[in-house]
């Protein structure tokens, strides 16, 4: 996480956030230029454009104004830079579709093959023998339309992009398609009456063809990308049943689940969706939450159990207290994750960045050299020294380059989502690739974290069940799982008398104290016993016994009038390792990573769970006996050497320890307190599973890899066709084919993490 809070150190915490789509972005130029005319803007503090979501993610002063003003000036900034501000939900929908069915977007496309198709034939009567040639007339009647009416969108995104002083992939190809077909009207125009001089009509109209459909499968293919925002959507149900309040309903009401309020009973039918989080009040059930947490079996539900948001209710019908709704629900928040993900640049992105700024201007520069070179060096005919230089402006739109990086994050992260793991930030992202270490809280995250009291050994002298119910009257108050286990053992004691405490004081990590029946009792760890000069006397063997059979141990003592300690009880409790920590264990040390356990437990019971897991105390792989506030000291000291280190916890106090990781991973848990964890991480696991600590490394390394593919690729693509185009190799229409194959080959390597699947 170092690196994610690095890269938002630079925003002050009274940033304000907003988020808009763009449309008319072609390339990685195309980002940088809308990037700098936002922060242009007084107040703006940091402007993220996504070329694959067509959006941009904007920080600015809370103080800087009217966020509805601010947002207008945004907007404005982005239309004058020459593109077209639209609301994000626009960027994310599906095109509509047009005449006989066909997708608006997609007529262009065919209109301009229609139009180019016959322009071909001369190409493929010369390989039959056969000549084909239109007249000069026709080819330009079918050329024009392609040029100046289909192909306007690159004559007005490359104005914008002149009155800016900056270039674009449109500006190469309106230069490029403009000289082809230019050089061809002149040769037409100057040739004798009855020639046939040799045009160049069907290189212009076949570039911009073959770069509309480029374009064109592009979009499809970001598409493609984004469902997993548009299937978690596509989650919330449109209509909730309202059950009447006997006050201003009298009767069962169907309203938008818009409107639905905190403390609303809806009833949730059978095959429908949950449509907020709430709580099960009446009847019983089992819900598929699979699109949330990626658990495929459906999970039974009682009176009392929470129900969330979106997840798909089996076959009984049951009425649902609303808790949460609307921002505050957990789909919502997932979504907002998912969202914020994909809208980030990664480190890795800076480079691309740095390359796009001056791409275009260097490319127009080897354009015409190359021009010079045929034309005046080699005297080469006009047409002939033109058609190279028309070549590396096709060749060289840096439309892979913009595409490498975004393309690669929205895949991985929408596949991670589906299987319930939730990535936070592009950085953490990169980060988690790079990871060497990885350290487990213990209770919560490697065990069950449901402690039962398994032992409570009375002193000589002492009546156990009193000295249970006093233990319980300490922790009655407390939500501490072990506070837990001791007030569900005392309330199963039939007949039993319950009593209260007074004045009840917790001390983090150590235990509370508090009055019962007048007398001032300590009960916490026998560390804290220890710090208190609580000796345990005669049941210091029975507590050495109980640790080394794995248990964890607290004590009960009794403060005098002087001050000493008088021990009353051992309570001793067992919690059982998750059944899938312990592959989750072999699974990451067959990668190669250093393992270490972090547990405020005392040593016997931390070793014990360890050697259960398949981890080894004597290789130093157990931290025992670490209160919460040192859990971050630990990480720290993992770190050191240049380790790469990954913290996994659950709860509040491993909140700390989760910021100082190099990558903080969260893990969902039914005792709460996970929220804090949520936002002090940079991956989110949904279901308490350890097995998805290595899923989630495993698919941000392979979403990197992609990453760094895609990039390979993109700059090698340029880096060879450019040599090729201005040595005359290459044909501005191959060239066309080229560049669009570049765009649609990255996006589609990237599309190739869709089939990611954890392992079992």
């Avoid at 150190?9 to 195309?30: H, I, K, L």
């Avoid at 593109?83 to 047009?98: D, I, S, T, V």
């Avoid at 009960?523 to 964890?552: I, V």
């Avoid at 393992?595 to 014990?608: F, H, P, Q, T, V």
């Amino acid at each position: 996480m170092e690196q994610a809070s690095t890269a938002t150190a630079a925003v002050e915490p009274a940033a304000s956030e907003t988020d808009f789509g763009v449309g008319g972005m072609t390339c990685a130029s195309c980002v940088g230029r809308v990037e700098r005319a936002l922060k242009k803007i007084p107040g703006v503090q940091q402007a993220s454009v996504n070329l694959a979501t067509e959006s941009v993610r904007v920080h600015w002063q809370a103080d800087a104004g009217d966020a509805v003003a601010m947002s207008a000036r945004l907007q404005r900034a982005v239309r004058d830079a020459g593109y077209e501000p639209r609301p994000l939900e626009a960027a994310e929908a599906e095109p509509a579709k047009g005449w006989l069915g066909v997708p608006r977007d997609a007529w262009p496309v065919l209109l301009a093959a229609l139009l180019s198709a016959p322009l071909t034939l001369p190409m493929f009567g010369s390989l039959l023998g056969q000549h084909w040639m239109l007249p000069a007339w026709l080819q330009f009647a079918l050329a024009t339309p392609v040029q100046f009416w289909l192909g306007a969108r690159f004559y007005r995104a490359a104005w914008h992009a002149l009155k800016a002083g900056s270039g674009n992939m449109e500006l190469l190809v309106a230069i490029g398609t403009s000289a082809g077909w230019g050089l061809s009207s002149w040769l037409w125009w100057h040739a004798k009456a009855g020639a046939m001089p040799h045009l160049y009509y069907e290189g212009s109209a076949l570039v911009i063809t073959l770069v509309l459909l480029g374009k064109w499968l592009e979009s499809r293919a970001k598409r493609q990308a984004t469902e997993a925002i548009r299937a978690l959507h596509a989650l919330r149900p449109e209509v909730a049943h309202l059950l009447p309040d006997g006050i201003k309903r009298e009767q069962l009401v169907d309203v938008p689940v818009a409107e639905l309020l905190p403390g609303d009973r809806v009833l949730v039918r059978p095959g429908e969706r949950v449509p907020a989080d709430g709580e099960l009040l009446q009847g019983s059930t089992q819900v598929d939450e699979s699109m949330l947490t990626g658990e495929p079996m459906p999970v039974p539900k009682q009176p009392g159990d929470r129900l969330t948001g979106g997840s798909l209710n089996g076959d009984g019908a049951v009425e649902l207290g609303v808790a949460a709704v609307g921002a505050q629900s957990v789909l919502n928040h997932i979504i907002a994750l998912v969202q914020d993900a994909q809208a980030a640049k990664p480190p890795i992105q800076r480079l691309v960045d740095q390359v796009a700024a001056v791409f275009v201007p260097v490319v127009l520069v080897i354009a015409l050299l190359t021009f010079c070179a045929w034309y005046f060096w080699q005297g080469a005919a006009l047409e002939d020294a033109l058609l190279p230089a028309v070549a590396v402006l096709v060749i060289a739109c840096p439309c892979a380059l913009g595409l490498a990086t975004p393309a690669a994050i929205m895949a991985g992260t929408g596949v991670a989502a589906q299987h319930g793991i939730l990535v936070q930030d592009a950085a953490a992202l990169e980060t988690a690739c790079r990871i060497d270490t990885v350290a487990f809280d213990k209770t919560g995250t490697l065990t069950l974290g449901e402690p039962t009291l398994s032992a409570l050994v009375a002193a000589p002298g002492v009546d156990e069940a009193g000295a249970l119910q006093a233990a319980a009257a300490l922790q009655r108050q407390s939500a501490h799982p072990l506070a837990r286990a001791v007030v569900v053992a005392a309330e199963a004691v039939p007949d039993a008398q319950a009593l209260t405490a007074q004045e009840v004081q917790a001390v983090p990590g150590r235990g509370s104290h508090g009055l019962v029946q007048d007398a001032h009792l300590h009960l916490g760890s026998l560390r804290w016993m220890e710090e208190l000069g609580a000796g345990l006397g005669e049941l210091s063997a029975r507590a050495e016994t109980l640790q080394n059979e794995g248990a964890t141990v607290s004590a009960l003592a009794l403060q005098l009038p002087d001050g000493r300690f008088a021990p009353l009880a051992l309570l001793a409790f067992a919690d059982l390792p998750k059944p899938g920590a312990q592959i989750a264990v072999a699974r990451l040390r067959a990668r190669g990573l250093r393992l270490s356990m972090i547990s405020g437990d005392n040593r016997g019971a931390a070793e014990a769970m360890a050697r259960r897991l398949g981890l080894n105390p004597d290789a130093g792989e157990v931290l025992a006996e670490v209160l919460p506030g040192d859990k971050a000291a630990r990480i720290a000291a993992l770190k050191q050497g240049g380790h790469q280190v990954a913290m996994v916890g659950d709860g509040v106090n491993d909140a700390p320890a989760l910021a100082a990781a190099d990558v903080g991973i969260a893990m969902a848990s039914a005792r709460g307190g996970s929220d804090v964890a949520m936002h002090a991480a940079g991956i989110t696991l949904m279901r308490g599973e350890p097995r998805l600590v290595a899923a989630a490394l495993d698919i941000s390394r392979r979403t990197v890899s992609k990453i760094r593919q895609n990039l390979f690729w993109a700059f090698a693509y340029n880096v060879a066709g450019i040599p090729l185009a201005a040595l005359g190799y290459l044909d501005p229409v191959f060239a066309g084919a080229a560049m669009a194959l570049s765009s649609v080959s990255v996006v589609g390597n990237a599309l190739l993490l869709k089939r990611w699947q954890p392992e079992a």
